[in-house]
């Protein structure tokens, strides 16, 4: 079936603006995971939902950061007055439930956020 | 706070040698580690994961061990080809519960020469 899908893959903004970053995650997933990748790092995790509720914030890196994921299934990043410190890839994962056996992450393509 | 170290950060082999890459973890609840292969902009793909419970797992070319009393474990791949090329991630669960919320290493640039 369809994996996790990220719009946009490219986000070009000027500092200080908003941006709104989306997140479809495979279908029957009920965990969701936000994640940061800078150029030449492991990803960073940002915050993750379990259903609608983000069960887990604690790596977003100030409260210019806020997720959504209102009917359980597709979320949203929104960042803002953006920084050129937050040009990152955005990637976005998704696995069966949180916990317990046979509940990898899977990735999507990740969104190419440059702030300028 | 939790920490995942790498090593080496990048890897040249010969096709059809083998290739080990290596990590350490610092939080002793880590109970889940999985390695993710990522191609040059691609996403990240698990390629095999390990519970703490487990020493050893292996999938064809692919293996990773496990050592919990001295937390690290290890990526070995044999019979090297060229289609190995990739930045590989290894990462461990933050706590016990959550195989979601992982904290990487660094990467290993790996190099396959024909």
């Known amino acids: 079936g369809a994996g996790v899908s990220q719009t946009p893959s490219n986000k070009v903004t000027e500092k200080g603006k908003y941006v709104e970053l989306r997140c479809d995650p495979i279908s029957g997933h009920t965990a969701l995971y936000w994640y940061r990748q800078s150029l030449g790092q492991g990803p960073e995790f940002l915050i993750y939902?379990?259903?609608?509720?983000?069960?887990?914030d604690s790596g977003l890196p100030n409260d210019r950061f806020f997720a959504v994921r209102p009917e359980g299934s597709v979320s949203t990043l929104k960042i803002q007055r953006t920084e050129r410190g937050d040009s990152a890839v955005y990637l976005c994962?998704?696995?069966?439930?949180?916990?317990?056996?046979?509940?990898?992450?899977?990735f999507g393509n990740g969104t190419r956020l440059t702030v300028t | 706070g939790e920490n995942v170290e790498q090593h080496p950060s990048t890897l040249s082999v010969q096709e059809g040698d083998s290739a080990v890459i290596k990590c350490t973890y610092s939080d002793s609840a880590s109970n889940y580690f999985p390695w993710y292969k990522q191609e040059l902009g691609k996403r990240p793909q698990l390629i095999i994961d390990?519970?703490?419970?487990?020493g050893e797992k292996k999938d064809q070319r692919i293996a990773v061990t496990l050592n919990k009393t001295a937390k690290h474990f290890s990526l070995h791949i044999t019979e090297t080809q060229p289609e190995d090329s990739a930045v590989y991630f290894c990462?461990?669960?933050?706590?016990?519960?959550?195989?979601?919320?992982?904290?990487f290493g660094q990467g290993t640039t790996l190099q396959v020469k024909p």
């Open positions: 390990i519970r703490s419970n487990v």
């Open positions: 990462a461990a669960s933050i706590g016990p519960s959550n195989t979601g919320k992982l904290i």
């Open positions: 994962a998704s696995s069966l439930k949180a916990g317990g056996l046979g509940s990898p992450l899977h």
């Open positions: 939902f379990q259903g609608t509720g983000a069960a887990d």
